[in-house]
């Protein structure tokens, strides 16, 4: 008896031992082809709204700072951006990769009363994003002429067509010309440095004076050379 019962206790020490090796053997084999994947806040809303009915229409004399208000959008469009970090060479086993998601717009915002001279400047979220203005810095300039091919400005004239990429969207016998009301289309804005929402605009505009083509009238006409 006393031999059996030391057999087995001994049969069960090795069938411990076999377990544990074999759990470091599959930790080995297999845990290191093991990828963890992690993924960042989403979105589940893509739906946006904003727009103030009714909401005045401002006119402008000389140049003045004022608000826009969204007259219309698109869904939120979501982006997708992989991180990988770790794993083996050639990019066998293990390792981890972090997907970040970030969303950008289409919307057009009414800014006011035309026909104007030119939109000089552009904040969003009182931060300063478009100025082409003779005291801006070269980088400043850069950037706007950057977010500038992403951007379309209507003067508000009595003649002006409606907007091609309203048209993409609503419909051509649906789309509005908006005449007499200056206003901008901004098209796939990232929205990433915003918190994923349309941030408030601010508008710098001019109402008179010489326009230059770029965007910006250099001899704006005073408020006091007018009344």
Not at 14 to 41: C, H, M, S, W
Not at 150 to 158: A, E, P, Q, V
Not at 182 to 194: G, H, K, R, T
């Amino acid at each position: 008896p006393m031999i059996a019962s030391s057999m087995g206790v001994t049969s069960t020490l090795a069938l411990q031992i076999a377990g544990i090796a074999g759990g470091l053997i599959d930790q080995q084999v297999f845990g290191l082809n093991k990828r963890t994947e992690q993924y960042g806040p989403r979105m589940n809303d893509l739906q946006i709204s904003g727009s103030s009915y009714g909401s005045p229409i401002p006119r402008v004399w000389g140049t003045y700072r004022l608000p826009g208000n969204i007259i219309w959008s698109s869904d939120l469009a979501e982006h997708t951006r992989t991180t990988s970090s770790g794993g083996g060479k050639g990019g066998g086993g293990g390792g981890s990769s972090y997907t970040e998601y970030w969303y950008s717009a289409s919307f057009a915002l009414a800014v006011c009363q035309g026909p104007i001279a030119a939109i000089s400047k552009i904040w969003a979220d009182n931060k300063l994003i478009y100025n082409l203005s003779d005291n801006a810095s070269a980088a400043t300039k850069e950037a706007s002429i950057a977010l500038s091919s992403s951007i379309t400005g209507f003067l508000g004239t009595s003649d002006q067509p409606p907007s091609s990429l309203l048209q993409s969207h609503i419909g051509v016998s649906r789309t509005p010309a908006y005449r007499n009301v200056a206003y901008v289309i901004f098209n796939d804005f990232n929205l990433e440095n915003w918190g994923n929402r349309i941030p408030s605009f601010n508008f710098e505009v001019i109402q008179n004076g010489e326009y230059t083509g770029t965007g910006y009238a250099s001899a704006p006409i005073a408020v006091s050379a007018i009344i």
